[in-house]
Structures are given as structure tokens and as C-alpha cells.
């Protein structure tokens, strides 16, 4: 039924189009949206000619399904790339992978921890590389090795700006599929920096990390903590706990991504990620769908 729907859609524009109307929708979008308010954004989005094929499906498909099917073939954005990207790395043993890290003054697009820390940060062809330099800065004070996911269009500025020690992974994306390609692996970073990776964490964090160690600290200030951490751990194990606490912050969330990853729709994984949220009462309440 979804595939009827969406192939009426795609036989009734260019492809120009498409992609104009999946951005629209992708935009104005989000999973916890009531069906019903999908399936408003959707008629408001689509022109008449095309919607008035299509509202047959609205008693018995949901819109969130069509914004996503869309999405992901048409809308050359992040979190197309997060989905394909992500999904190679499910359910490894002894492997976290998280979104949207605070790393510094940036936002980590994805990090995996699996023994060794790694870094990616995408930048799609609908992205400027105009940030690029300082978060690669960022990252490679707390990542062991960091990765750029580009579009082949930004291959060469790429290339000539980025570190000896980042890698370049390009992807090449065609309707539901998308590959990836390493046009540079990237090398063992030996730029971390402790603090960097304190200030990373979190003040429970920090304690836990003191206490693991047999240790207290009787005052609870920030700085405390970490000029404790920085004055009695070696970097090499400071970097051993930055990876260790990653993954006990995100492991109950990334199993219970790997766990539902088939009742997420593509483009709603970093919010069930983020929410743990139940896939079923998200798409389904006060839909006319039972």
C-alpha cells in the first residue's frame, strides 16, 4: 500500500519536484506529531492534483510512513545519512554508537565506542564546510580517531583543509541506498587532551570515575572533581574511562534502538534514540489506523 501510494506521487512529478516537496515535508515534520497532523502537512505540501490521489490511503496508512518513504529517497539531508550510516553498526558486541554529543563548542553528529572512540561528523552537499575546522579541532581533543561523511562535491575542499589524521569517508546515495566509501582512513589521534575529555562528561560522571577508583572527594565543585581526576590519572587512563563512561551513558539507549530498529521509520531514529520512546503508541495514537 505505501509503495502504491508513493509510486501514484512519483508519477505525478519531476524529480525536481520530489525533492522540493521531501524537504518541505521533512521540515515541517516531526515523529510526535499525531497522524492526523501529518496527513494536514502532507495535503498542504502536495499540490491538489496529487493529493486528491492520494487521500484514498489516509484511513489505512500513515502519513508518518509517507513523510519518511519520501524523506529517505528524495531528501539529501543528515538524517537521511544517519540512518544509512548507523545501520551498519547494529547490534555489535561491546559497541555503543550515539548521536549529537557535546564535544567542546560543537555537536558530534555520531560517536561509536567499541575499544577505540570514533568521531564522524557529516556534511551533506546541502551543507557549507564553513564550521568544519573548528569542530574537527574539538573532536580531536576527545576522539581517538575522527572521521568527515561527505557528498563527493565537497571531496577535493575537503581534502586540501583537514588534518593528517582525519579520515574521509564519502557516500553516494541513490533512492533507498546508500553506500559509503573511505577515500582516507584516518589515524590514531595524538592530540587528546584530558581536560577536553573531563569537560565532556558530566559531574555524576566525574564522581563515578573517583569513587571506581576507591577514591572520595569531600567537595562537590566541578573543578574539584576534575583537578582531582587530572592530578592522581594518567591520560592514558582518564582516556580509558572517558570510553568507559560513553557507554554507560548511551548503551540503554543504543540497545533499545537496535531492539525497535525495525518498527522506526528512517528518519526518526535519533529521536527514538534520544527518547526510548514506544514506536507504536508514537505513530499510531489517535490515528484512524487500530
Not at 522540493?20 to 495535503?43: G, R
Not at 538524517?79 to 545501520?87: A, D, E, L, P, Q
Not at 553528529?109 to 574537527?136: C, F, H, M, V, W
Request: proline fraction near 2%; hydrophobic fraction near 40%.
Amino acid at each position: 500500500m505505501l509503495e502504491e501510494c508513493i509510486k501514484t506521487i512519483e508519477n505525478s512529478c519531476e524529480l525536481a519536484e520530489l525533492v522540493e516537496f521531501s524537504n518541505k515535508l521533512h521540515c515541517l515534520y516531526s515523529p510526535f506529531l499525531l497522524d492526523q497532523k501529518v496527513w494536514a502537512i502532507i495535503e498542504d505540501v502536495l499540490p491538489f492534483d496529487i493529493y486528491k490521489h492520494i487521500k484514498i490511503y489516509k484511513d489505512s496508512l500513515l502519513g508518518h510512513a509517507i513523510v519518511n518513504e519520501l524523506a529517505i529517497k528524495y531528501f539529501p539531508g543528515e538524517s537521511t545519512i544517519k540512518y544509512h550510516f548507523i545501520k551498519n553498526y547494529l547490534k555489535r558486541l561491546n559497541e555503543v554508537t550515539t548521536f549529537e554529543l557535546n564535544v567542546g563548542k560543537s555537536r558530534l553528529d555520531i560517536g561509536r565506542i567499541n575499544g577505540k572512540s570514533i568521531a564522524y561528523e557529516i556534511k551533506t552537499e546541502l551543507d557549507s564546510l564553513e564550521k568544519l575546522d573548528k569542530q574537527l579541532s574539538d573532536y580531536s581533543k576527545v576522539f581517538e580517531y575522527v572521521y568527515v561523511i561527505i557528498h563527493p562535491c565537497h571531496l577535493d575542499k575537503v581534502i586540501k583543509r583537514i588534518p593528517d589524521h582525519v579520515g574521509v569517508i564519502t557516500y553516494k546515495l541513490n533512492k533507498e541506498n546508500c553506500t559509503f566509501a573511505f577515500r582516507k582512513r584516518a589515524l590514531k589521534n595524538l592530540y587528546l587532551s584530558s581536560i577536553g575529555q573531563l569537560e565532556a562528561l558530566n559531574k555524576k560522571e566525574l564522581d563515578w570515575i573517583i569513587k571506581d577508583n576507591g577514591n572520595l572527594i569531600s567537595n562537590n565543585e566541578r573543578i574539584d572533581k576534575e583537578s582531582f581526576i587530572l592530578a592522581h590519572f594518567s591520560s592514558k587512563k582518564i582516556n580509558l574511562y572517558f570510553k568507559k563512561v560513553l557507554k554507560r551513558r548511551y548503551s540503554k539507549k543504543w540497545g533499545y534502538l537496535c531492539d525497535n530498529f525495525e518498527n522506526v521509520l528512517p528518519v526518526d531514529v535519533q529521536t527514538f534514540f534520544a527518547t526510548q520512546a514506544d514506536p507504536y503508541w508514537i505513530y499510531y495514537k489517535n490515528s484512524s489506523i487500530v
